[in-house]
């Protein structure tokens, strides 16, 4: 077998092959058995027709039509391997030649990951912002603990803002009940604004068993935009009680025996997420380093599949639930079709380019991935999809997924090695030390204490190693994870 490769661009390559008949001689062998599976022919038992009987009854340039369909997807395979292409997406096959009994030749264009130059990795610097905890950020999360500490009690009065009330809820169109249009016994929080516009506004000044009627536009369904009569019934109104801010509520809420010590462990915990949240801003600004200083040749066919497939996906989710494109562009603060579209090349263009040039540097360093990479990946995705890291590994292979994934683990390994031997200082100049997060002897975290921001996926938990392999790989893990199967074959 003769084959050449030419450059048609940074990004794409033609390649010319020329397979002798010899080397069909297997592909022959499936076209002819799987034929004589399917043929019948008088006085042959199946499968026991001759090839030059099938040849015959069929047509020869039928054979070779399916000889050749059934050789060209091995012989390219074999030519990647041996010349160690990194294709992307699907080949466009020509045949340029077949000469029965002598010679098959074809022709293979394909897009192609990129020769990328590296620059000097050794001395990578980023600045991040510093860590500063302000006591009203203390006031915010102890207040979270306290509203989850609150009762509530009924109250003979008219609603208002932090009250919650029970409310029947009515919408009709053109003077007809809605499917699903209804309901009763619904429990809301006054001045929230997270059930549909223009119903605060009502209930605000209702007392128990008063009604009022108010106009609000559908967001969903097959009348998503149209103007819905609505009218809201409250059955009863109850005010939220907080608990007082001393040392019985921190004994309550905590393990902790006062309220100084509950709001000191706050802010050691506040504190020890926004060092986690500056080694994601490193390597946000490592990243953004890389696409700087590396020029990375993007193959547009590429960019265009993906951004295709995301909106067909979204497409589809949109349709499940019951929106279109100008209800999701309004709801989403989006001028128009095409602003989201150029907002979704340049996010692919940027994943593209990341992939290629983590690629390249593993590439470089001949980073490896282990079997305890890939167990704690495992690990990892399936908490994150609520899982078993059984059934996660199991739906990669059933997938097909897995030669997408264990690039992507390198991907991120290689990312958290360059976060590892980076110098990373805050603003005031000062060295941020992740290993410093690696826990000494730690009490166990007050069960609020950690809500909103201090209690976010990324806090540490108390016997969690947070040493810098540890926050860099988590870092690493969210400027990957968005790129993932963006450059898979």
Known sequence: ?????????????????EV?????????????????????????????????VLDQRIGRPVVLEQV???????????????????????????VTRLDDNDTLAFTAEVDVAPQLELPGLDDLAVTVDDVEVTDEEIDQQVSVMRERFSMLTGVERAAQDGDFVSIDLEAKLNGEVLEDGSTTGMSYEVGSGNLMEGLDDAVRGLSADESKSFQ??????PNAGEQADVTVTVRSVKEKELPELDDDFASTASEFDTLEELREDVRTRVARTKVIQQGAQARDKLVEHLLETVEVPIPENLVQREVEWRSQALERELLQAGMDWDAFLQMSGIESREAYDTDQKKTVEEAVKTQFILDAIADAREVTVDNDDLSAQIVA??????????QYAQQLQQSGNIAEFVADVRRTKTLAQLLEQTTITDESGNTVDLEALRPKTVQAPAEDAGSEDA???????ADEDLGVKAVATEAAEGATEDTEDVTKA
């Open 381 to 390: 995705q399936a908490q994150r999809n609520r899982m078993s890291p059984e």
């Open 20 to 52: 002798p008949w010899g080397d069909l001689d297997h592909a022959f062998g499936e076209v002819y058995k799987e034929l004589g599976k399917q043929v019948r022919v008088p006085g042959f038992r199946p499968g026991k027709v001759p090839n030059r």
């Open 68 to 94: 050749v369909q059934h050789a060209i997807p091995e012989v390219y395979s074999e030519v990647i391997r041996e010349n160690q292409v990194r294709v992307l997406g699907q080949p466009e096959i020509e």
């Open 1 to 17: 077998m003769k084959s050449t490769i030419e450059e048609l661009g940074p990004t794409r390559v033609r390649m010319a092959i």
């Open 216 to 221: 609000t536009a559908l967001l969903s369904g």
């Open 455 to 461: 209690g976010s996926e990324d806090a540490p938990a």
